[in-house]
């Protein structure tokens, strides 16, 4: 019986690392189209859609029936809680990145933000790179890795608010950027709360490494992020 | 021993519905700061943030510890795991509504769009309403009722399009709503996020339930957003 069940936890394991690889792809081609102001990329990507949410649905099915049937003890349970908590977070961020896909087909042929661009390439390539770590840390068991890539995410919020202002600036200078603005408005966010959910992946790594359920997002309040929004804007408005 | 059990799971139930109150209350007090321009209540829902994300993880480590003691079966089982992965969905849902007191903060004092503000306020007292709706579903065990609440959202989707066209308008109309529109533009996809999150709350209950694990947001891909947002700007661009 217990052989049964590492044979199941193990795939279980893999199709779980399948979507983490798979969100982490989607984050990178919607960015990308969006930035090459590609809208037929983006269509395509809407329309090859690697549906995490029916990959999440599977996987936590598995789980549930994984967990109702064995019962699993100690580090197999927390192995197999992460996955189950961690598929909301992975569903959450393939939903954003199709969300990318979908302002990339809206925006075209209106007025850019060339400086805003260059913020979101920078944003999408770090959470990606935080996505791929955590990944890293949940194969290798390691906690301090994914400690690590939840610190990181001070960088995504410092370059959301950053963002933010190039965006205003952007439209006072020229008001026909109205419409691409709504577009940038969207999608920095979007980036910015894959960045809160890969830091909930980390979370849960580090749940599934040492047992201990901790929040690593909580210094990260709204306060700060006013602060860091009257500090950015201090010489602007 | 079952009898402790009982008592957990009661307990565990009682705390769980107040975190639904809770975040209730948050969108609403949030949502009204906003339209009424009251940067002194936004600062003071900030200040006194019920905080949501320390009671969930509180919830999360209850959860966890019944499940590795008592292992818990059928109804029971199902019951556990609703709460376990509901709590995510109740998170975001506060972090959005003190998101909305953030905005509330950054938009004093600037050029507004009445139009705009018109739809926030219905697309917030509908996504409160649906969330008491899925708290009386989860009490009384309806099934039914979850799967209204469902497809309440999208009413939600419809009005955050129609939002979306009304602050672009704005902006054309006058630029110097920029950095109001900035907040609009957060404000409505917070939320249409809030109402997302409700879905899955209701995809729980319904799994509590009839141990039927659904995706209920299915009908919504991001084709049907982008075609609702053409139907809607027909006659606008």
Redesign the interface.
């Known amino acids: 019986m217990h052989e049964v069940f590492l044979d199941e936890l193990k795939k279980l394991n893999t199709r779980f690392m399948n979507m983490v690889i798979d969100v982490s792809e989607e984050i990178d081609d919607s960015t990308q189209a969006f930035i090459d102001h590609d809208k037929k990329a983006a269509q395509k990507l809407?329309k090859d859609?690697k549906d995490i949410?029916?990959d999440a649905?599977k996987v936590?099915?598995r789980t549930?029936k994984l967990?109702?049937l064995q019962?699993p003890?100690a580090s197999d349970?927390r192995n197999v809680?992460a996955i189950?908590?961690a598929t909301?977070?992975l569903e959450r961020i393939g939903?954003n990145a199709?969300?990318i896909?979908?302002e990339t087909?809206?925006v075209k042929g209106n007025k850019r933000i060339e400086a805003t661009e260059k913020i979101i390439t920078e944003m999408s390539q770090k959470v990606t790179f935080m996505l791929d770590q955590v990944l890293k840390a949940f194969i290798q068991n390691d906690e301090t890795l994914a400690r690590q890539v939840a610190k990181k995410d001070d960088e995504i919020d410092q370059l959301y608010v950053k963002a933010?202002h190039s965006?205003?600036d952007g439209?006072?200078a020229d008001?026909t950027a109205?419409?691409a603005?709504?577009s940038y408005?969207?999608v920095i966010?979007l980036l910015e709360r894959i960045g809160?959910h890969v830091v909930?992946l980390a979370q849960w790594v580090v749940y599934k490494v040492s047992g201990e359920?901790?929040?690593l997002?909580?210094d990260e309040s709204?306060?700060d992020?006013?602060d860091l929004?009257t500090n950015n804007s201090k010489d602007k408005n």
Chains 1, 2 share one sequence.
């Open positions: 809407i859609d949410s029916a649905l936590e099915k549930l967990m109702a019962q003890v349970f809680i189950l908590k909301t977070d939903e199709m969300s896909s979908a087909i809206r933010r965006i205003i439209v006072k008001n109205a419409i603005a709504a408005f969207i966010r809160d909930n359920l901790i929040d997002n909580e709204v306060e992020e006013l929004d």
